[in-house]
């Protein structure tokens, strides 16, 4: 297999925001042993021992520390809030006490030493501020923080009535992030009625509720997402058969939210999120940013590497874009380099036509912003002309990988929305079927 050729521009960490929003559980995870799975199998082999990481590894508070700082009732044990101010006065904070009323039942009280900076529950950006060992709901403890991203925390949590062990995604207080929420919510709910949980490639929320006016998502435990994963392998690339697994979940998981009319709008490895550790099955999660094909939104929506033409240059969108966002991501996967990782949306446009050639001139007519395209070059409609010597065909750039693949990603990264491949299409493509080419 020939080198893949260099990227065209600098390391994607640099542009990638520190904080991430994701569900997933620290976990140390296998690189090797995932990456080189058979063929025959579903699973990926366990690896004899796994790597110890500060940067991955599992973080949690010492056993002892953490009993001492907590007070614990019995799971599945619930008291009543008369019975809690009789019984534990004491552990209450003047707030606590004026809103105990509201539960009836009662299944943790978090921290028993509780300091004036404890009842600051929100700061000035409107995040919920995250105090490990306290809880959410008199019912959830706080494990650990996970993630943070624009739309609100991500924490591990206990689930003192069940004793399972879910993510909690505490979103910002704020109207604009509430009504992100609410969608995911309303998105999350449709799917759950159309699909079976067991087999589902989207995340599967558990519960909503507010908490202290922060709309609190429950969601199942993940591990660690695509593009940690990616990071994690050195940014070498994964193996094509890995790569054709994980595409095959997104493209179900984009099937089933196509068919409902819903467009994800944020597909990227960051949203990819692996099931468990050491094994192939991968979720697709943040429906936060979601549209309809009806109700469409024509303001910032998909991540800049990721981001699809006819976003950028501001013309009719439809369910393809997370197509283009697709191909983006299997390129990224085998090669360890985003394809488009532009600085701002004018360097992303003048990649895209690096490698695919300048969009014909139906897509010039429709498009409200053709300024961000560089004009002195443009040669209107000339697919063969390129902006600068940097110009590379995708066959140059994936020159030496299976065909099939080749094929399936420019069906994806096409400027006509209405001439790349559907879910649906590829799904029944010959590298997704696994049949064998050169």
């Known amino acids: 297999m020939s080198l893949v050729p260099k990227p ?32 025959n199998t579903n699973e990926a082999p366990q690896s004899p021992s796994h790597r110890h990481t500060l940067s991955y590894g599992r973080i949690m508070p010492k056993t002892s520390s953490l009993t ?49 900076e404890t009842f600051i529950k929100t700061d000035e950006d409107g995040y919920y501020k995250v105090i490990i060992g306290d809880h959410l709901l008199f019912r959830y403890e706080i494990l650990e923080e996970l993630g943070q991203g624009s739309f609100g925390t991500v924490v591990k949590c206990k ?11 505490i979103m910002r207080k704020t109207q604009r992030i509430l009504k992100f929420g609410r969608r995911e919510v309303e998105v999350l709910n449709l799917f759950s009625k159309k699909i079976n949980d067991a087999n589902s490639c989207i995340v599967e929320k ?28 050195h940014f070498q690339g994964i193996s094509q058969n890995l790569a054709r697994r994980i595409t095959t979940q997104v493209l179900i998981a984009l099937k089933t939210s196509h068919e409902l009319g819903i467009i994800h709008c944020d597909v990227k490895p960051e949203n990819i999120v692996f099931k468990q550790e050491n094994k192939s099955g991968i979720k697709l ?44 991501v299997v390129v990224e996967m085998v090669t360890g380099w985003p394809l488009f990782a532009g600085d701002n949306e004018k360097d992303v446009l003048q990649q895209i036509v690096n490698i695919i050639g300048q969009p014909p001139k139906e897509v010039l007519l429709k498009a409200k912003r053709v300024d961000k395209l560089n004009n002195e070059n443009m040669n209107s409609g000339d697919r063969n002309t390129s902006y600068n010597e940097n110009a590379i065909s995708l066959d140059q ?42």
């Not at 065209?8 to 296998?30: E, G």
């Not at 689930?159 to 399972?164: G, L, M």
């Open 8 to 39: 065209l521009t600098k390391l994607p960490i640099a542009s990638r925001s520190i904080k991430q929003s994701v569900f997933r559980h620290k976990l140390n995870i296998d690189c090797e042993s995932i990456n080189n799975y058979s063929n």
């Open 68 to 116: 001492q700082m907590t007070l614990k009732i019995k799971p599945s044990i619930a008291i009543t809030p008369s019975k809690a101010l009789f019984d534990m006065y004491n552990m209450l904070s003047s707030s606590e006490y004026k809103e105990i009323s509201q539960y009836k039942e009662l299944y943790y009280f978090g921290l028993e030493k509780k300091t004036k």
């Open 159 to 169: 689930d003192h009535k069940t004793d399972e062990i879910f993510a909690i995604k």
């Open 206 to 233: 558990i519960d909503q509720f507010y908490f202290r006016e922060h709309l609190c998502i429950v969601f199942e435990l993940l591990t660690i997402n695509l593009y940690d994963f990616i990071k994690r392998n």
């Open 285 to 328: 999660i943040d429906f936060g940013s979601t549209c309809t094909i009806r109700d469409k939104c024509y303001g910032y929506i998909q991540s800049r590497f990721y981001r699809a033409p006819e976003v950028i240059l501001e013309y009719d969108y439809n369910v393809t874009i997370d197509v283009w966002s697709l191909g983006c």
């Open 397 to 438: 750039l994936l020159e030496g990988f299976d065909s099939n693949l080749i094929d399936f990603v420019k069906r994806c990264i096409v400027w006509e929305k209405n001439t790349r491949i559907t879910v649906e299409e590829g799904l029944i493509h010959p590298w997704i079927r696994g049949t064998h080419s050169s």
